[in-house]
């Protein structure tokens, strides 16, 4: 079946640092694939997505790209600020509209000063 | 914007009394969605709704059930609540034209 792996957590980085949070999948066919935050007492929120291979979804300067060949979605951010932390969750569909979603665990990343 | 609202947020209450969290929406979007989330887990899809009197189980749904009389509700209704049903849960909605779900803010229940 469907499934979503996440690297474990907690990251903790300082401001600034490089920031990589792996994600691989395991699913049939061509799944889209999305990664979304939530953060401190709030619910998720998308955050990019990507439909098809090679695609690479980007927003607020975090980017992930669609890696068919390593079943991968891993997400990066060049210089992660104080604000950034939260708990962020990779998932895939296989349904138009997002309709089940598959979540990984979530990688918690708590960014210092 | 899609907005999902839950209510109530916070619950405590004790093992075998009947209890309902709310979810609606602001849209008339067809598919709808429960998740609970567990420490080590994600999230997990209880139960959906692909429109208005069709509901399905997701991945876990022993001890849920759901309705769907309205396009705009979504009730979770646990019968007999246990102390293995405390979670954070969610309410979704699925909007086709962007291929997104909106969660709604959560509703942490705890059981006695």
């Known amino acids: 079946g469907d499934s979503v792996t996440q690297m474990e957590g907690p990251v903790t980085l300082s401001e600034e640092a490089f920031l990589t949070i792996n994600c691989t999948y395991t699913a049939t066919g061509y799944p889209s694939l999305f990664w979304y935050v939530q953060y401190p007492g709030e619910g998720l929120q998308l955050l990019l997505k990507a439909t098809k291979a090679d695609d690479k979804g980007s927003n607020k300067g975090f980017e992930a790209t669609y890696r068919k060949e390593t079943t991968s979605f891993h997400l990066e951010k060049g210089s992660v600020q104080v604000s950034d932390s939260a708990v962020y969750f990779c998932?895939?569909?296989?349904?138009?509209?997002?309709?089940?979603?598959?979540f990984g665990t979530g990688t918690r990343l708590t960014v210092i000063p | 914007e899609a907005q999902v609202t839950q209510n109530p947020r916070y619950l405590i209450t004790v093992t075998g009394k009947k209890l309902t969290v709310t979810c609606s929406q602001n849209m008339n979007h067809e598919y709808m969605s429960w998740y609970r989330q567990d420490p080590g887990l994600g999230l997990r899809q209880i139960y959906y709704s692909m429109n208005v009197e069709v509901t399905d189980k997701g991945d876990v749904p022993e001890g849920y059930k759901v309705s769907r009389k309205e396009k705009r509700n979504f009730p979770l209704i646990l019968e007999s609540p246990s102390p293995n049903q405390t979670s954070l849960y969610f309410c979704?909605?699925?909007?086709?034209?962007?291929?997104?779900?909106?969660f709604g803010p959560g509703t942490r229940l705890t059981v006695l």
């Open positions: 979704a909605i699925a909007d086709r034209a962007t291929d997104t779900q909106y």
């Open positions: 998932a895939l569909s296989h349904q138009t509209g997002a309709n089940n979603l598959f």
